[in-house]
């Protein structure tokens, strides 16, 4: 079956623009999370959705960045007035549930390049 | 706070040799333990998991064992082969009430090198 798809695959935007980033994610799947994964480094948690309940924000490294999903569909990542410093590898990723040792499985990712 | 600490690459091997990378972590309660793999050109995409104490996680020749005891979770492969070159990354999953809840915390990621 279909994975989980992320669009655009590569993103470059002049600093100060605001960008969208797009998760398809498994259908069925009611977790879904956004990583950001800088050039040499591990990923980085952004935030978690689960199911109805309100999402997990913790990993948002400021108020410019925000994400929405629709129901248990579709997930977008957005980022105000980017910076050099959002320059990465951004990574969605969906579970069928988000508690106990589900697997998360990745999409593509999108490259973000900020010039 | 809750973090995992990898054994720092690259590392370079020749085929055939034994492999270990090391990771602990940082957690309260009982995590879920987990290493995921990313092959040259592809997404991340886990390869094997363990859930709790002395659990033994395998897959494609590749073992780690839960070590509560030590907060570990060390990679191994008995042989490896070219096509493992690859980077390898160690994750857990909070349990409820832990502050890493839900979500993935990984290492930094170590680079593997098979040369034939």
């Known amino acids: 079956g279909a994975g989980v798809s992320q669009s655009p695959s590569n993103k470059v935007t002049e600093k100060g623009k605001d960008v969208e980033l797009r998760c398809d994610p498994i259908s069925g799947h009611t977790a879904l999370y956004w990583y950001r994964q800088r050039l040499g480094q591990g990923l980085e948690f952004l935030i978690y959705?689960?199911?109805?309940?309100?999402?997990?924000k913790s990993g948002l490294p400021s108020d410019r960045f925000s994400a929405e999903r629709t129901g248990e569909s579709v997930s977008t990542l957005t980022i105000q007035r980017t910076q050099q410093e959002d320059s990465a590898v951004y990574l969605c990723a969906s579970s069928l549930r988000g508690t106990g040792a589900y697997e998360q499985y990745f999409g593509p990712g999108t490259r973000l390049t900020v010039t | 706070g809750d973090s995992v600490t990898q054994m720092e690459g690259p590392v370079t091997l020749s085929e055939e040799a034994f492999l270990t990378i090391n990771c602990t972590y940082t957690a309260t309660g009982y995590p879920s333990l987990f290493w995921y793999v990313q092959y040259p050109g592809e997404g991340l995409q886990l390869l094997l998991k363990?859930?709790?104490?002395?659990d033994k996680g395998s897959n494609k020749g590749f073992e780690a064992t839960y070590r509560k005891e030590t907060t570990s979770f060390h990679l191994e492969k008995g042989s490896v082969q070219v096509s493992d070159s690859a980077v390898y990354f160690c994750?857990?999953?909070?349990?409820?009430?832990?502050?890493?809840?839900?979500?993935?915390?990984f290492g930094q990621g170590t680079i593997l090198t098979v040369h034939p």
């Open positions: 959705f689960q199911g109805n309940s309100a999402p997990d």
């Open positions: 994750a857990f999953k909070g349990d409820a009430g832990g502050t890493s809840y839900g979500k993935l915390t």
């Open positions: 363990a859930t709790k104490a002395d």
